[in-house]
């Protein structure tokens, strides 16, 4: 596992997992405007589509994720070195407000017309203001334990945040708060 | 970012460059031919998958290779009116329309 610098000023980096020939970054964007990729994805996934989110066209279901697939990576793309990433990344758990070591975060598109957007980014928090993105899924159920290709974002945040753990990324107060945790 | 953070990711970045934010940059500057693109290839993958066709076959139909089908399919090919001509005839759909 190796990282990727997306932001200049080392607040914002990516994911390149072994085997991979770029970054979690890209895999997500890139699997987000293939159209075949997201036929299979939402063929295989029609039952969530419905009973979630009302919708039935599959072709509606791919355009509106190459839609907020544009409007997500453009977000990325104009984050100036002084922006708050606070603001984009949010805790994993809706009911989390506390700060929590390494935590694990997502990104969304917020007030999308329609129905809300199922696209999510997920980070690890190094600290107030850094992130690591970890991967990307289309979210389409409640949670992300009841499918298997959001479990594995899950795993991915995990494997990543004991690697930084394992390797001291924590400064003491934090490493106080992670003893707590366990 | 406090020191160690920082050293530990930069002693762990990836050899290569990343191509994320060249071609993030790319499909926002030709966003807008990008989308009639991947419409198109919607459109000729519906006719696959609802006709049980092949790539080859439809390769064979349009007189082109198989490798620019699959091309077509990425919905990342600024198509010539003839390529959208041939999708139009082999899918019976009409893809330009005028008043």
Request: hydrophobic share 35%; with cysteine; glycine share 4%.
């Amino acid at each position: 596992m190796t990282f990727d610098k997306i932001l200049n000023n080392g607040t914002l980096w990516a994911v390149r997992y072994e085997g991979d020939d770029d970054n979690a970054l890209r895999k997500v964007f890139n699997q987000w405007n293939d159209p075949e990729w997201l036929w299979d994805f939402f063929t295989e996934n029609m039952a969530d589509l419905e009973a979630y989110f009302k919708i039935t066209d599959l072709n509606q279901a791919i355009y509106d994720t190459m839609d907020d697939s544009g409007e997500l990576e453009c977000l990325i793309l104009d984050i100036s070195p002084d922006a708050d990433l606070d603001a984009l990344f949010r805790p994993l758990e809706n009911y989390r407000t506390t700060e929590m070591t390494l935590g694990k975060e997502k990104a969304r598109l917020h007030n999308r017309p329609a129905h809300a957007s199922w696209l999510r980014l997920y980070a690890i928090k190094l600290e107030q203001g850094c992130y690591i993105i970890t991967g990307g899924a289309i979210k389409l159920t409640h949670t992300m334990s009841e499918r298997t290709h959001t479990l594995r974002e899950l795993s991915k945040m995990e494997r990543v945040r004991n690697l930084l753990l394992e390797n001291g990324v924590i400064d003491n107060e934090g490493f106080e708060d992670y003893i707590k945790e366990v | 970012m406090k020191q160690e953070t920082k050293q530990f990711l930069e002693e762990h970045q990836s050899t290569t460059p990343s191509k994320w934010r060249e071609e993030a940059q790319w499909r926002r500057e030709n966003r807008d031919w990008l989308r009639y693109s991947q419409r198109i290839a919607l459109l000729l993958l519906s006719y696959m998958k609802r006709e049980h066709l092949t790539q080859a076959s439809i390769a064979e139909r349009m007189g082109c290779t198989q490798q620019y089908v699959s091309k077509i399919l990425k919905g990342t090919e600024n198509l010539t009116i003839e390529t959208i001509a041939k999708i139009e005839y082999i899918t019976s759909s009409k893809l330009l329309t005028f008043d």
